[in-house]
């Protein structure tokens, strides 16, 4: 295996890890929390998975960002972002923006407290909001993957 098949297989070993546990995450962890009874119940359950989430989305968002850089270095691939065609390069680089800014910044900033006094006193709103924010991610994620996919395989 020569070292671009390598960072391609690793690129999308992370894109897996990351946005499968995001999908998780909406899809069957927040709402099983929301039918908690206990709002207090809600915050520990809550906390104890996506706190150990986080590190792993840190992680695996690092991967796919440096080994996609990689590839677009390796490759040449810098044009590709004056074109319109290749909509789904800005959308990944889109994706890893705000989910880097949200992982690496606003949660250890200010989030992850926001979210603390938010929920022991509007547990219901908090978590529907919560839960609308993993669903916008979600989907402008998967939107990714299917461009991705197919315009690199010449879609
Ligand atoms: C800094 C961020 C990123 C950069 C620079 C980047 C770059 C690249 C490059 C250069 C390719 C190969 C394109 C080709 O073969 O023509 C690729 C493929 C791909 N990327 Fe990214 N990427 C980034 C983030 C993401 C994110 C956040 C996702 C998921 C939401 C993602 C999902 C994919 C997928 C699914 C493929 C297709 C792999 C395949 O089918 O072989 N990438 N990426």
Redesign the pocket.
Known sequence: MDDVSFA?AL??FG?VL??GGVAFVTTVLLPAVRRMKEPGERVAFFEAIEGRFAWQARGT?LL??L???Y??HR?D?WHRFAELEFWW?H???L???I?TAMLFLAEPLFLHRWYLAQASRRPERTFALIQGLHWVLLTI??V??LG??A???GG
């Open positions: 391609r690129h999308v894109v990351w946005i968002t796919v960002g080994s996609g850089l590839l677009v490759w691939l390069m959308a990944m680089v994706v890893w923006l989910f994620s998967l990714t993957v991705a996919v315009g690199s395989h």
